[in-house]
């Protein structure tokens, strides 16, 4: 779970990002947008590219249809047993309530009002094969393909879903995100089927002009403008990869809470974030360009 930066006691160089941040939500032209993409790649590969292991393109199928459509489904990432294994390491460690109370608890004291809980980052980082998962060679492939050049990982979350009849939280309506060069890998830890809050996402919508109020859009909307809702549903280990700047959500679980790993890849640190890097102890080879913001 990364932690955003707070205005109460920001230092100057946090307001200059929350202040570049917000200029860049106030440019919605496509044409201008991608543009900036462009000078974007120009500069890194000026600055970083003699100093950062360049990963080789590859799965340019599966890039253009992430181009194409706003998603793409990816072979599972993950089998049963390392699921479970994942499962009971997450067993022995607390999580936060961190969309409402924002006080911490263990699967055994859920509060009754909580509907989301996120581990905390030294958690996601070492639990069993998260950091394999999130340099999986096939996933920088797609990575490079997708933005064009060596990602960092800028987002890296672990997150329980709960069953609520209340109204949904944010993050459970249609929304969109508007950072500038990323896109996010979700992979199920949990079976998700129609009552266990999948994941939809409205196609091609990531095409639309980018708004610059990023606002709740109501299901009755998306269905009025004739948006395709695509719904991943499967056992735990599915995978995908979806542009995060097209409508999506997660929607609310009926019955049975989900677990998922979310990994977002961006071509520059996300200027929302407070970073803090934790130890990792784990076997994997990590690459220190990719993994420098969450991995000290």
Known sequence: ???????????????????????????????????????????????????????????????????????????????????RAMHAYL??????????????????????????????????????????????????????????????????SLRWTFPSQAAPDEVQSFHRDCELGSFKVLVYLSDVDADSGPHTYAARSHLDRMPWRLRVVPDAQVRREGREGVTMLGAAGTSFAIDTRGLHKGAIPRKHPRLMLGIQYSLLPCLLFDYAPVRYTGPATLEKYVNRLVVA
């Open 1 to 83: 779970m990364q932690r955003y930066i707070s205005i109460i006691g920001a230092s100057r160089s946090d307001l200059l990002r929350l202040a570049a941040y917000y200029c860049q939500r106030v440019v919605t032209s496509r044409a201008i947008r991608r543009l900036s993409h462009s000078v974007l790649l120009l500069v890194l590969r000026r600055r970083y590219q003699r100093h950062v292991q360049q990963v080789a393109p590859g799965g340019a199928g599966t890039s253009r249809h992430l181009r194409d459509h706003g998603y793409c489904n990816l072979e599972p990432l993950l089998t049963g047993p390392q699921c």
């Open 91 to 156: 067993a022995a460690h607390a999580l936060q309530d961190s969309r409402g109370s924002g006080k911490n608890f263990t699967l055994d004291t859920i509060p009754e009002a909580c509907k989301i809980g996120d581990y905390q980052l030294d958690t996601v980082v070492n639990c069993p094969h998260v950091m394999e998962i999130a340099n999986h060679p096939k996933i920088l492939r797609l990575a490079v393909d997708y933005l064009g050049f060596t990602p960092v990982i800028s987002g890296l």
